[in-house]
């Protein structure tokens, strides 16, 4: 199947929750683009790889790619990972309540723990491979700007 013909399976493809880890679907080690979903609601997409060049996706020894970009955005950490601060910038932090606040500014809650938790409470993924990062950064450009039923992903639409 080629790259495109495989861009529907980022919608209609299986679905993952960012609960359910580690992913062994996921290659070792690839190049490949992927969409995150509230429910049916596109929330973002992204692809990892990008430096990754074919003979060394077969001689790494450490995962790289596409397996290590979701497990970033699983642990919630915004201090490296742009997806987490979006996801606190528009789901956490619209949402406190004044005790939250109040917890938050005595160090007893992090917002890095509200992220990790409703990421991998309410957030799912679909992935793709593909040959390398010119393909992955196409396809991420199409689903950013709307191919997708679902339409432009919230969080970075094109």
Same mark, same amino acid.
């Given at each position: 199947?080629? #790259?495109? %013909? %495989?861009?529907?399976? =980022?919608?209609? @493809? ?27 609601? =596109? ?19 450490? /995962?790289?790619?596409?397996? #290590?970009? =979701? ?12 997806? +987490?601060?979006? !996801? +606190?910038?528009?789901? !956490? !932090? /619209?949402?406190?309540? #004044? ?29 793709? #491979? ?8 196409? !396809? ?7 191919? =997708?039923?679902? @339409? ?5 639409? %094109?």
């Amino acid at each position: 199947m080629s #790259t495109d %013909a %495989a861009i529907p399976a =980022l919608e209609t @493809g299986q679905l993952y929750s960012f609960a359910n880890w580690p992913n062994e679907d996921i290659p070792r080690v690839s190049v490949g683009v992927y969409t995150v979903w509230l429910g049916e609601q =596109l929330v973002y997409v992204g692809y990892s790889g990008r430096n990754l060049r074919p003979h060394e996706i077969k001689a790494a020894k450490k /995962p790289k790619g596409l397996v #290590t970009r =979701l497990k970033s955005h699983r642990s919630g950490l915004r201090n490296d990972d742009q997806f +987490c601060l979006y !996801i +606190c910038d528009r789901f !956490i !932090i /619209p949402g406190l309540d #004044t005790e939250t606040q109040r917890k938050l500014a005595s160090g007893e809650l992090l917002l890095d723990g509200l992220t990790r938790k409703f990421i991998r409470e309410k957030l799912s993924y679909r992935f793709i #491979t593909t040959e390398g990062s010119e393909a992955a950064r196409r !396809i991420e450009g199409q689903v950013r700007g709307g191919i =997708l039923s679902a @339409g432009k992903p919230l969080l970075n639409p %094109a």
